[in-house]
């Protein structure tokens, strides 16, 4: 079952939304909101899997919403406005419908959803289990990475690259370095940096405060150097 929160300024469109929502029998409707006041306020008090947003709302518009969420939901924005579309999916929208929608194409937004939301949990379920591999939000694609594959993740303001062991090309995607700290294993994968984490079992060699990871040199920041010496089993190593 999908949580859902509705968020729109306008009560007719919200009881569309509503009636939408109950009509799909894997979306279960947690709450109704007129702004996104409220919808802060249920955030903090309910676990929301999706989220189908209005952008154009007094206040605080949708687009303002979403980018202030630390840790965001999917989100289907539901609009009036076709403008906004490339902005929205370079906040990682799952869909973007234009109103008025029709039911079927609400339905197709609510599958890809589905769709999502299952993959997420076989990925959980994987890292609880073998931490084989996660699945990442790149070039509008679900992207598949072995756990293994990974040399280093360098973070790049709200962006990370994820660098390959197997590939020059690394994969890029919106996300925190702190999210991503936490989707890997930590007897595998250590940050050395505020924006390096490095897969142990990659280490070629260590000089002074730098770390040899394939072609790339990574800093040792003072802040995670004896974290970093004592899970290697070096606590006190002087280089």
């Known amino acids: 079952m999908i949580r859902c929160l509705a968020i729109d300024d306008e009560t007719l469109a919200l009881d569309l939304l509503e009636d939408n929502i109950r009509m799909i029998p894997f979306l279960h409707l947690v709450k109704r909101c007129k702004n996104a006041y409220e919808a802060m306020e249920v955030l903090q008090e309910e676990s929301i899997d999706l989220i189908f947003l209005d952008i154009q709302m007094p206040g605080i518009?949708?687009?303002?919403?979403?980018?202030?969420?630390?840790?965001?939901?999917?989100?289907?924005?539901?609009?009036a406005y076709k403008e906004y579309a490339v902005e929205g999916f370079n906040l990682d929208v799952l869909d973007y419908l234009v109103k008025p929608v029709p039911f079927d194409r609400f339905l197709k937004a609510a599958n890809k959803a589905l769709e999502y939301h299952n993959l997420k949990?076989?990925?959980?379920?994987?890292?609880?289990?073998?931490?084989?591999?996660?699945?990442?939000?790149?070039?509008?694609?679900?992207?598949?990475?072995?756990?293994?594959?990974?040399?280093?993740i360098e973070g790049l303001k709200d962006y990370i690259k994820i660098h390959l062991a197997n590939s020059a090309k690394p994969i890029i995607t919106r996300m925190s370095l702190k999210l991503m700290e936490e989707k890997l294993p930590s007897l595998n994968f250590i940050r050395v940096h505020k924006s390096f984490i490095v897969s142990i079992d990659k280490i070629l060699s260590i000089r002074k405060n730098r770390i040899?990871?394939?072609?790339?040199?990574?800093?040792?920041?003072?802040?995670?150097?004896?974290?970093?010496?004592?899970?290697?089993?070096?606590?006190?190593?002087?280089?």
């Not at 518009?61 to 609009?79: A, D, E, N």
């Open 61 to 79: 518009t949708g687009m303002q919403f979403l980018q202030s969420l630390q840790s965001r939901p999917m989100v289907i924005f539901i609009t």
């Open 212 to 239: 040899h990871v394939g072609s790339a040199e990574i800093p040792i920041s003072d802040m995670y150097r004896t974290g970093f010496f004592k899970s290697i089993n070096h606590e006190g190593l002087k280089l």
């Open 121 to 152: 949990q076989k990925q959980t379920s994987a890292q609880e289990n073998n931490h084989e591999f996660i699945f990442v939000n790149s070039e509008y694609n679900l992207v598949k990475i072995l756990i293994d594959d990974i040399s280093h």
